[in-house]
T-cell receptor, first 116, second 112 residues
């Protein structure tokens, strides 16, 4: 149980285009979902916290107009990287919290974004 | 704000040898601590967590960690490692604002 999927697992896009990444909780409902970013050989940095039906809360330094997060249902959250640039290339990982708290998060397998 | 320091960026050990991965955190009134493992190009898997109670926490895959409040440490140990334990290990703490803050990670390499 407690499986989180991400789609796509990897994506290559041209600079200036937008990319949407989906995060789904497959066998549970998630009140809260988290989006992280991980640069090569570095740690995970929280980008934003999203609660179903409300606006996401972004961490300091994360551009909310560039990284659009939608949490329309209890099993799906999406991250859209708008007007992507090479510096946005990274590994994006989502997690889902069935009880809404950060102490129980189930992580997705990640999406590797490469912007040419 | 909470912070987590993983003292070793890389730890090489021989197969079947014991290993300890070190983690220190900044002090706080109450602390929730976690260890996660990340295999190449994958997400994170929870190894164990300390929320309260016994300071010795046992996790999956034979790992355990001890919460030491006086030393503000939460070191991860395994008495005998296997090749399959090769991965990146992250220590993490929950901040009061209900978010996970991760350490820099320790790459564990098991040599045959």
């Amino acid at each position: 149980g407690a499986v989180v999927s991400q789609h796509p697992s990897w994506v290559i896009c041209k600079s200036g285009t937008s990319v949407k990444i989906e995060c789904r909780s497959l066998d549970f409902q998630a009140t809260t979902m988290f989006w992280y970013r991980q640069f090569p050989k570095q740690s995970l940095m929280l980008m934003a916290t999203s609660n179903e039906g409300s606006k996401a809360t972004y961490e300091q330094g994360v551009e909310k107009d560039k990284f659009l997060i939608n949490h329309a249902s209890l099993t799906l959250s999406t991250l859209t990287v708008t007007s992507a640039h090479p510096e946005d290339s990274s590994f994006y990982i989502c997690s889902a919290a069935p009880l809404g708290g950060a102490d129980t998060q189930y992580f997705g397998p990640g999406t590797r974004l490469t912007v040419l | 704000a909470q912070s987590v320091t993983q003292l070793d960026s890389q730890v090489p050990v021989f197969e079947e040898a014991p290993v300890e991965l070190r983690c220190n955190y900044s002090s706080s009134v109450s602390v929730y601590l976690f260890w996660y493992v990340q295999y190449p190009n994958q997400g994170l898997q929870l190894l164990l967590k300390y929320l309260s109670g016994s300071t010795l926490v046992k996790g999956i895959n034979g790992f355990e960690a001890e919460f030491n409040k006086s030393q503000t440490s939460f070191h991860l140990r395994k008495p005998s490692v296997h090749i399959s334990d090769t991965a990146e290990y992250f220590c993490a703490v929950i901040e009061g604002a209900q978010k996970l803050v991760f350490g820099q990670g320790t790459r564990l390499t098991i040599n045959p």
